[in-house]
């Protein structure tokens, strides 16, 4: 079906709000082009508080797994104060910003989203009926509110919807490392219809999506170096399992994605874009690349494990 044949959304923004992308003078160097999007990132976990009910919520409850022994629910509370997050990126001539959705805020329970997820394979519209019976209202509120708030200052968002935290029911680190997360079986599955959700809940509002931020700090991080969730060190076996798993979800959620959202803000940076009026989905991962040197340059060995670094964290 059609976009349009899709239920009310609990939240209706209101009619599209004309973008204008005006270029600015950051620097004696000149403006950017017209179009040029200019803007900061942020996840959720690290910035809205009160997402205890995820992998990163029991980590941080785990004695010696953050220093000090922080939270991030003692950060800047982004979920009460975006509008004040908003007004400083206009402050500082931004006119873009890549945020996150997260998945435990909408659908805080396992059984909510068993609901939604039961109903992947059906029609989008019939989809959307049991997913937005069961997502938590106010958690779909807040995102539409932001999204409303970004087009009134004329910002353009960009929308991840995996920034390193799973609801903790999708990666619970009491159980077995090989049952949870993304080395589960399901978990391809499950981000299809995370990310089918969010095109069709608010793709009205969003043109530029990322599916997956850094993958390969999941691995690094999680599974190599033990410093993320699930802190299980030098596993290689799971790591494989990881990336494969994470390679098909972006897949699946790109798919997903162009499917749910079939509509073009008006105005948006790529509206020009081919003379069709912009494209409603923009698709993409965030990657995270470093440059790897041999620490003995010329020293053989050396020279090949930079090689072998780079063509991991890189390619």
Do not use: K
């Not at 204008?20 to 179009?35: A, K, N, Q, V």
């Not at 797994?65 to 982004?78: E, F, I, K, T, Y």
Request: hydrophobic share 40%.
């Amino acid at each position: 079906p059609a976009a349009d044949d899709l239920p009310p959304a609990a939240d209706v923004p209101p009619a599209d709000v004309p973008l204008t992308i005006e270029p600015f003078d950051p620097s004696p160097r000149g403006p950017f082009p017209p179009g040029f999007l200019w803007g900061s990132a942020t996840a959720p976990y690290q910035i809205e508080g009160g997402l205890e009910r995820t992998d990163w919520g029991q980590w941080e409850r785990m004695p010696g797994r953050v220093l000090n022994g922080d939270r991030a629910s003692d950060g800047p509370q982004s979920y009460t104060q975006f509008e004040a997050d908003l007004d400083a990126l206009v402050a500082t001539h931004q006119n873009a910003y890549r945020l996150g959705f997260d998945w435990s805020r909408l659908f805080p329970t396992r059984a909510q989203w068993d609901r939604c997820a039961a109903a992947r394979t059906r029609p989008l519209a019939e989809f959307m009926t049991e997913c937005r019976a069961a997502a938590d209202p106010a958690g779909v509120a807040y995102y539409h509110r932001v999204l409303d708030a970004m087009a009134a200052r004329r910002l353009v968002p960009m929308v991840t919807l995996y920034h390193f935290v799973l609801p903790d029911y999708l990666h619970d680190l009491s159980m077995p490392y090989d049952t949870q997360g993304f080395v589960r079986d399901g978990i391809v599955d499950d981000f299809a219809a995370w990310s089918r959700f969010a095109g069709a809940e608010y793709g009205r509002q969003v043109d530029w999506w990322i599916t997956l931020n850094e993958p390969l700090v999941i691995a690094a991080g999680g599974y190599l170096q033990g410093v993320f969730p699930p802190g299980a060190p030098l596993n290689f076996d799971r790591v494989r399992r990881l990336v494969s798993n994470m390679i098909r979800a972006h897949a699946r959620g790109y798919d997903a994605l162009h499917e749910a959202d079939t509509f073009a803000v008006a105005g948006n940076a790529d509206a020009g874009v081919g003379g069709t009026g912009g494209r409603p989905a923009l698709v993409s991962i965030a990657t995270h690349n470093r440059v790897f040197r041999a620490d003995r340059p010329g020293n053989e060995a050396d020279e090949a494990g930079a090689r072998a670094a780079s063509y991991v964290n890189n390619d």
